[in-house]
């Protein structure tokens, strides 16, 4: 017995952010659950007080969780910039403001990264955390986390994803996430070797723990 409990039946995605919202059904779409947003239901989004990922993936999901008696589903995210000590981090969502525009919080990504001469790509280095937790209305938890490890870039590059894509390339790749497809971005390999999100790499355990493919 692995002690992990299977997601099963009908499910919340306890996320009011429509980019993760698109990404998580894309990577739920096998597993045959029953998928419904919290924006659909017209739950609340509750105060995320936390002091990391996780706690604030717990939040999220609990409150879902709780308030629907379904078993729901939270990711807490975020771009942590070493020269910028962590930040934005736990405040990557902050940082675009009530109006969630990311052309301000782009820009101010560059201006810190300048203040501090940040020029080459040495000093541009940074990492998306992503903690997934699912809760059950009885209580019971699970928590998977990912991370990947890139550069910051000068110019924003690319239409697709949402938030920080268009200033992150993953180490390894020439492409930022913002020119990357779904698939390239946090598509799920069928040999079992690692996606390269953060998201994805999250996903990959919690769905290796608690889910299972339709026979
Ligand atoms: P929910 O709490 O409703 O899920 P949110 O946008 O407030 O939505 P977070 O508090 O987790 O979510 O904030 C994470 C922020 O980090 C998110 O708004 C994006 O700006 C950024 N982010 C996370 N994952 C990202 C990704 O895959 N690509 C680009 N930016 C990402």
Not at 138 to 157: A, C, K, N, S, T
Not at 200 to 205: E, G, P, V
Request: charged letters at 25%; glycine letters at 12%.
């Amino acid at each position: 017995m692995s002690g992990h409990r299977l997601l099963q039946g009908k499910v919340v995605i306890a996320t009011h952010n429509q980019g993760k919202l698109r990404e998580m059904r894309e990577l739920m779409a096998p597993y045959g659950v029953d998928l419904v947003s919290a924006g659909e239901l017209g739950l609340p989004e509750p105060e995320e007080n936390g002091h990391m990922f996780s706690e604030n993936a717990a939040i999220k999901a609990v409150a879902s969780a709780q308030a629907s008696g379904l078993p729901a589903i939270a990711d807490d995210s975020g771009l942590c910039i070493d020269a910028l000590d962590g930040a934005p981090g736990l405040f990557s969502a902050n940082w675009a403001g009530p109006g969630k525009n990311f052309v301000p919080a782009l820009a101010r990504v560059q201006a810190e990264l300048a203040k501090r001469g940040a020029t080459t790509s040495d000093k541009r280095r940074g990492h998306f955390v992503s903690a997934l937790v699912i809760a059950w209305p009885d209580g019971h938890q699970e928590l998977f986390e990912g991370r990947v490890y890139g550069e910051i870039i000068h110019e924003p590059r690319g239409p697709s994803g949402f938030g920080y894509d268009p200033i992150f390339k993953p180490d390894g790749r020439a492409k930022t996430f913002g020119e990357m497809s779904s698939d390239e971005k946090h598509g799920v390999p069928d040999d079992g070797s690692e996606a390269l999100s953060h998201r994805a790499r999250a996903f990959q355990l919690l769905a290796a723990a608690c889910l299972r493919l339709p026979q």
